[in-house]
């Protein structure tokens, strides 16, 4: 499948921001069945091209002018669904059973996993393992945020696709086994997904990587590209970073993914106007619930 992409990232603050450093994992790589064909970042800043521990093609984007605005445009050509899939690791097997904060499990959740625990048909069980987890933790949006945890999305039985990379790589290394989150886009006909996506890595002895998507309860292939791995979101999301000012920031994406050759599906494209005005919007809501907070803790004292 030949998959066109168009990523927009727009930030917005209330007031000067004198210097910005963020670190973009935003460039695909050849292997894991895609191939490349073109790509592109466009930033208003100096970027410096590196490759991060796990692997990943990244840049690092300095702004050190006064600025109230970032645009960050990634866009390319990426062929999937191919045969050769790259094994390489960039780092030793047992970095991926390492927890973090993100990804700790619980007594529940270990208890849920072992379960699923049959190296005779690893491969089977941990399909049985997402589906199953993607009846305990339903999809829902908004329930969760980016710094929620494994433990708590669990708990709660609701997240999204973040939360549910999470999850099932807790669960996995609970039992023993190696995993990554993985970031990235993924193709729908309808094109309702705008927004990148994240789904999971299990290495399974004697068949290597294998890739699972909890939150569409299927196998990652031709549909998916991938941008970065880690060992949770904070490590593999495609943008991070720093900034010195500022005041309150707002921010807002926009992601199109088409199938070449064929007509592009009815997204709603947001033309740059659009996309500011959505950083904008969420620049004000985060301000307004900042007052909020600090009235109601002026009030208790």
Request: overall charge negative; charged content about 15%.
């Amino acid at each position: 499948m030949l998959l066109n992409i168009e990523h927009h990232t727009r930030y917005a603050y209330s007031e000067d921001v004198n210097y910005t450093i963020q670190e973009l994992r935003l460039t695909p790589q050849h292997g894991f069945g895609q191939h490349v064909r073109h790509w592109e970042i466009k930033v208003n800043g100096e970027l410096q091209p590196s490759e991060d521990a796990y692997g990943n093609t990244t840049h690092t984007l300095v702004v050190d002018e006064p600025h109230t605005e970032i645009l960050i445009i990634a866009m390319g050509q990426v062929e999937t669904g191919l045969d050769v899939v790259s094994q390489h690791l960039a780092l030793p097997l047992p970095i991926y059973l390492r927890d973090t904060p993100l990804t700790q499990s619980s007594e529940q959740m270990l208890t849920f996993a072992k379960q699923y625990q049959q190296a005779h048909r690893q491969n089977d069980a941990l399909e049985e393992m997402m589906h199953a987890l993607l009846s305990r933790v339903q999809y829902i949006k908004g329930a969760t945020q980016v710094t929620t945890s494994a433990v708590e999305a669990f708990s709660l039985g609701q997240g999204v696709c973040q939360d549910h990379a999470h999850v099932f790589i807790a669960c996995c290394r609970a039992i023993g086994l190696p995993a990554r989150y993985v970031s990235g886009y993924l193709f729908t006909e309808d094109g309702s997904l705008m927004q990148t996506h994240a789904w999971a890595d299990v290495y399974v002895a004697g068949e290597g990587w294998q890739s699972f998507d909890v939150s569409n309860g299927c196998r990652a292939g031709e549909t998916h590209v991938r941008l970065a791995t880690g060992l949770d979101y904070r490590s593999a999301s495609p943008v991070s970073g720093m900034r010195s000012g500022g005041g309150v920031e707002g921010m807002a994406s926009s992601v199109i993914v088409n199938q070449a050759g064929l007509a592009a599906s009815q997204q709603r494209k947001m033309n740059a106007a659009q996309l500011l005005a959505q950083a904008q919007l969420s620049r004000e809501s985060l301000a307004q619930a900042a007052l909020a907070k600090q009235s109601q803790h002026a009030q208790q004292q």
